[in-house]
């Protein structure tokens, strides 16, 4: 029987700077550069774990995009509609995310400004990636789901007020 904390050995091209900064980072730490790369890449695939979960859909899918979307976003060039598609296909009604909402997590990722202007335009949401965040946590992760009164996305209700 294999153990499942057998290792096996992957290959990564990175750039010269990529390499350089962990090998800073080692240094610093005063550990091996190998550790550096697997410590890094151990908390990339935590905080996109539920990407790797084919179950995960709409609103248990979500964390992973409020976390790093910006930068999933940008690097893997997501549109919108791909995004909407990653995030709510297959969802129970209950469990999917606004297309409001998503759009504001794509808007975030060309730079924020439109998205913060947006945002500040909603009494009581901060305008910034923080209050981005702390809006679809509250509305999607936090509270509990069953029972409640859908509410609008924060474009439905700029698009009303």
Not at 4 to 16: D, E, I
């Given at each position: 029987m294999v153990s499942?904390?057998?290792?096996?050995?992957?290959?990564?091209?990175?750039?010269?700077g990529d390499v350089r900064q962990i090998k800073a980072i080692a240094a610093r730490l005063g550990a091996r550069d190998s550790d550096v790369a697997r410590f890094a890449l151990k908390l990339l695939l935590n905080r996109i774990g539920p990407i790797a979960d084919p179950e995960a859909r709409g609103r248990r899918l979500l964390p992973a995009f409020i976390e790093v979307g910006d930068e999933l976003i940008r690097h893997f060039e997501i549109d919108l509609a791909r995004l909407k598609a990653i995030i709510n296909d297959g969802a129970a009604t209950e469990q999917r995310v606004d297309e409001g909402d998503v759009a504001l997590l794509a808007l975030s990722a060309t730079g924020g400004s439109l998205a913060a202007m947006q945002l500040d335009a909603v009494a009581g949401v901060e305008g910034s990636p923080e209050g981005l965040r702390g809006y679809l946590y509250s509305k999607y992760v936090q509270r509990p789901h069953v029972g409640r009164r859908a509410e609008p996305s924060l474009i439905t209700q700029l698009a009303v007020g």
């Open positions: 499942a904390k057998r290792k096996k050995a992957v290959s990564f091209r990175l750039t010269s």
